[in-house]
């Protein structure tokens, strides 16, 4: 199976800075027939199932905030939040679908410092 | 609206079985296949297994296998999880998750989830 593993597990962030959470994968997501990276980026807020935000490693979701935003290829991914809000307090997971089974990081819990 | 909702919260004892459904509205039933996804409290998701309505199809985690049937209803596009032989450690939020693409039921194919269920908690205690 592809691990998947985040960094850092928390960070606290100031309200209207960045936020960078990192996600490696075990084996590349990278299917070179199509061009594409099998990455997609799950916010988790207490209470609530997750939410799709990103997925192809850097498209957002119609909907979601333009200060989300997802880079990486091949096996290292990065999603970043350019200026913190309040309401981007949750647990963020990154999630493979190059393989079967697909498989989470195990979070990043972003926090207002 | 798509949406999932999913039975409510159940306590088993060790050693039961549980089934959870998650009846779907809003879309097409057949053409999305649905997986399962776990999260035991205050930890990660975990991926229990996937099912297609579309011709009956299912493929589990391995960690599973055995102790998990998933199964569907078409007539009311619902969508069943049984598990047995239930520990302690399936203590946990199960969620149904919907695909993001269209699929004819091929094993193996994996995707996406974009809509989700409201997550149904499975206690196992003595």
């Known amino acids: 199976d592809f691990v998947m593993t985040q960094s850092p597990d928390s960070l606290a962030v100031s309200l209207g800075e960045r936020a960078t959470i990192n996600c490696k994968s075990s084996?590349?997501?990278?299917?070179?027939?199509?061009?594409?990276?099998?990455l997609a980026w799950y916010q988790q807020k207490p209470g609530q199932p997750p939410k799709l935000v990103i997925y192809?490693?850097?498209t957002r979701v119609s909907g979601v905030p333009d200060r989300f935003s997802g880079s990486g290829s091949g096996t290292d991914f990065t999603l970043t939040i350019s200026s913190l809000r309040a309401e981007d307090v949750a647990v963020y997971y990154c999630?493979?679908?190059?393989?079967?089974?697909?498989?989470f990081g195990q979070g990043t819990k972003v926090e207002i410092k | 609206q798509i949406h999932l909702v999913q039975s409510g919260g159940e306590v088993k004892k060790p050693g039961a079985s549980v089934r959870v459904s998650c009846k779907a509205s809003?879309?097409?039933?057949?053409?999305?296949?649905i997986n399962w996804v776990r999260q035991a409290p205050g930890q990660g998701l975990e991926w229990v297994g996937w099912?297609?309505?579309?011709?009956?199809?299912?493929k589990y985690a391995q960690n599973f296998a055995g102790r998990v049937t998933m199964t569907t209803d078409t007539s009311t596009d619902t969508v069943y999880m049984e598990v047995r032989s239930l520990r302690s450690d399936d203590t946990a939020v199960y969620f149904c998750?919907?695909?993001?693409?269209?699929?004819?039921?091929?094993?193996?194919?994996?995707?996406?989830?974009?809509?989700w269920g409201q997550g149904t908690l499975v206690t196992v205690s003595s």
């Open positions: 998750a919907r695909e993001a693409s269209m699929s004819r039921g091929v094993i193996g194919v994996v995707d996406t989830f974009d809509f």
């Open positions: 809003g879309y097409s039933f057949t053409s999305y296949s």
């Open positions: 099912l297609s309505p579309y011709n009956g199809n299912t």
């Open positions: 084996q590349s997501v990278f299917y070179s027939s199509n061009n594409k990276n099998y």
């Open positions: 192809w490693a850097s």
């Open positions: 999630q493979q679908y190059y393989r079967t089974p697909p498989t």
